[in-house]
């Protein structure tokens, strides 16, 4: 076992997990678990790779990858390399075949599709910086629609980086505090996830000094906000819709309290989806009410709160907002215009299906996935969908995130790029290669992953990636195993 480092665990707290803690587990094996390092773990991305092409790519480089028992993408992972090449400089991770991922936090989207549960409409309450999000997108195929907010501006912008990364295009973003969705979205979303914001108790494994401003009246002034929270997304959703409440935290107040509250608020419409048959380990973790309480000894991992709640009737909604969304500056593109778009992204490599939409604004060209449309009008989003091209009077420039998300390795425009290529690629470098393409604009590939757009100039490829996503210090050569 791992040496166990000095993590801050304040009296008070300890004593409020003394009594939260299931009859066969202890306050030691609790302690002890908190003062060892937290174990790696990734999430194979399967809009892009399957899990076994994903492990067949990744064996060479004698990666140690242990499964994860509630999430069949997810897997711990363990590297000599640790300390020489960050996990997050990888080919695999900057192509966005994995998402750097808690093994924990995988259990609430893993909630939200058990059973056979297919939403078309889902809100991600609380979503930066995206790891549950692109889990929901990929567990929909970059189907339906999902609606992931933010309340931190600053952190909106890494959810859409790691949207991006993720070749994902059935995301809308928003920026407000969630307590809104319930007025302004009623009864909108097939299901929702509140992965709430909280104590944070459940993470003194990755920060030992998450605990320094913990106190009992912060965890009573935390709980209000939740309250308030949960309420909203339950007005959002729609009747048979799925509520899954989640946090990192350990604590009853803010975990089966949030959920008892909401069901004494509606007994009438609401009850509780137990989730005893989630995985054949959850039992370990399983409460009375059907709630997954995960602490931190019992799947060595972070400490986590997972509850499915689902909503049977229509309730009295709330009144509606005061505020005003103000004129949408987008229009369809229809007819010959629309018909233009799509021929000429053709044959650029980009294809996109029924579920995506042309839309316009001034020069822009966005691609909106169609469930979101009825939406338009209600709130004010950041942005929607994918940001296709840049229109000029020779053409269109088309967008990276639409060739990261809408390309696939067996296009005719696809140019495979060695590792020293792909690797001056993500330095921002213009490619000189070995054998120059014949055609004028290829996909530039490594992995057969797209990595973006090149137009040749006389022997070299012109490298178009964007500069805010440029790298330097050590990449992706992984070290292979003899």
């Given amino acids: 076992m791992a040496q166990p480092t000095a993590v801050y665990l304040p009296q008070a707290f300890l004593d409020a997990i003394r009594e939260a803690l299931p009859a066969d587990q202890t306050l030691e094996s609790f302690i002890e678990y908190c003062q060892l390092p937290l174990r790696r ?49 990888t080919a695999e991770h900057l192509s966005g075949l994995y998402y750097i991922q808690e093994a924990s936090s995988m259990l609430p989207v893993a909630a939200l599709f058990t059973d056979g549960n297919q939403p078309e409409r889902i809100m991600d309450v609380a979503a930066a ?26 952190r909106v912008k890494v959810l859409h980086a790691n949207i991006s990364r993720c070749g994902i295009s059935n995301v809308a973003l928003t920026h407000f505090d969630g307590r809104v969705f319930g007025a302004a979205l009623p009864e909108a979303f097939d299901a929702i996830l509140l992965d709430a914001p909280c104590s944070g108790e459940g993470v003194v494994r990755k920060d030992p000094d ?24 339950f007005h959002a959703l729609r009747p048979g819709g ?76 709330l009144p509606e907002p005061g505020y005003k969304v103000g004129k949408f500056p987008f229009s369809p593109m229809k007819g010959k215009a629309a018909a233009d778009v799509t021929a000429a992204a053709e044959k650029s490599g980009l294809i996109w299906g029924d579920q995506l939409r042309l839309w316009q604004r001034d020069k822009e060209i966005w691609l909106f996935p169609t469930e979101i449309e009825p939406l338009i009008g209600k709130v004010r ?27 696939k390795s067996d296009n005719p425009l696809c140019f495979e790029l060695n590792e020293s290529e792909a690797e001056e690629w993500y330095r921002g470098r213009d490619i000189y290669p070995e054998v120059t393409p014949s055609r004028d604009e290829v996909v530039v590939t490594f992995q057969r992953q797209p990595l973006g757009l090149a137009r040749k100039v006389s022997s070299r490829l012109k490298n178009s990636y964007p500069r805010d996503l440029v790298r330097d210090g050590k990449l992706f050569a992984a070290p292979r195993s003899e």
């Fill in 381 to 407: 989003f950041s942005r929607i969908g994918l940001r296709l091209a840049e229109q000029h009077n020779k053409g269109f420039r088309w967008q990276h995130e639409a060739v990261i998300a809408l390309v």
């Fill in 41 to 89: 773990s990734l999430r194979v991305n399967t809009l892009k790779i399957t899990v076994s092409d994903f492990l067949a790519l990744v064996a060479p480089y004698g990666w140690r990858l242990t499964p994860v028992p509630w999430c069949e993408e997810g897997f711990w992972i363990e590297r000599d390399d640790e300390n020489t090449l960050p996990l997050g400089s």
């Fill in 242 to 317: 799925t509520l899954v409440y989640s946090t990192c935290t350990l604590n009853r107040e803010e975990n089966q309290q949030i959920c008892q509250w909401l069901l004494d608020t509606y007994p009438q419409a609401v009850e509780i989806a137990p989730l005893g048959e989630l995985f054949p380990e959850a039992k370990h973790a399983l409460t009375p009410e059907g709630f997954l309480h995960v602490f931190p000894q019992i799947y060595d991992c972070e400490g986590f709160f997972v509850a499915r709640l689902r909503k049977t009737a229509s309730i009295e909604p």
């Fill in 129 to 154: 910086p995206g790891s549950k999000t692109t889990q929901i997108a990929a567990r929909m195929g970059n189907g339906g629609a999902i609606l992931a907010n933010e309340y931190s501006a600053s």
């Fill in 210 to 233: 998450a605990l320094r401003n913990w106190s009992p009246e912060s965890t009573a002034e935390i709980a209000n906000t939740q309250r308030e929270l949960i309420e909203s997304a």
